[in-house]
């Protein structure tokens, strides 16, 4: 405000001026302390049918750094998750505890999830989950940021319409059943979550695959 604006204005009046500039400027400081993954917004999205040709891969598992082969840890299992994040993006941090949640709660009817980390190091992945680990397997498919364009990762994303520019969560459900048994194509069409998984809606997915169906006794009719 100049100096002209402030000598028509009585003693009162600048003192107030003065506060709303001061509550603005400590509104300013505080939002700086506040994490950027409280800051940030939620990115969920439906889970939908794709054309994605999901190929095979080895990559290595992040607890001792051994090449895990895709087809060996989806074998025995009915459904399974696959689930790419990059370990300080905020909506991945959103997601995790679900992901983890719904792992717990139907991997004894065959539910399998495997994380794999994107555009950062194994150190950075291994800091996020902690000195326990995480409850699934995780692997490592990049870890640089600058690698990004040069991942299956972002051409999966490519092929099924995401936009966003790291696609941290991207979700991808497989049906171990009905996966090729040979060559690189895993299968042609899955069910993907282009972003957060919206938890009810896919604990539903999960369910219909894996829980039993329980019919509903009919009563015969009496003559």
């Not at 999205?45 to 794709?50: A, D, I, R």
């Not at 600058?146 to 497989?174: C, M, V």
Request: net charge neutral; proline share 5%; hydrophobic share 40%.
């Amino acid at each position: 405000m100049q100096k002209t604006q402030l000598k028509s204005l009585n003693s009162a009046q600048v003192l107030g001026v003065i506060a709303r500039i001061k509550l603005f400027a400590l509104a300013i400081f505080l939002f700086a302390l506040v994490p950027a993954t409280v800051r940030a917004q939620h990115e969920y999205s439906p889970l939908e049918e794709k054309t994605v040709n999901y190929q095979n891969w080895t990559l290595k598992d992040i607890k001792d750094d051994k090449p895990v082969d895709l087809r060996s840890l989806v074998e025995g299992k009915k459904l399974v998750m696959v689930v790419y994040f990059a370990p300080w993006c905020g909506n991945w941090k959103f997601e995790a505890p679900v992901a983890a949640k719904l792992y717990e709660k139907y991997k004894d009817q065959g539910f399998q999830v495997i994380a794999v980390s994107e555009y950062a190091s194994r150190d950075e992945v291994r800091k996020f989950f902690g000195p326990t680990g995480a409850p699934y397997t995780v692997v490592t498919e990049s870890e640089t940021r600058e690698e990004r364009d040069k991942t299956a990762h972002y051409g999966y994303r490519q092929i099924t319409g995401d936009k966003r520019k790291w696609g941290s969560p991207w979700n991808i459900f497989l049906d171990p059943a009905n996966l090729t048994k040979e060559g690189d194509v895993l299968t042609e069409k899955a069910w993907v979550v282009n972003g957060e998984l919206i938890e009810a809606d896919v604990e539903k997915f999960i369910g219909d695959r894996l829980l039993p169906k329980t019919a509903t006794a009919i009563e015969p009719c009496k003559n």
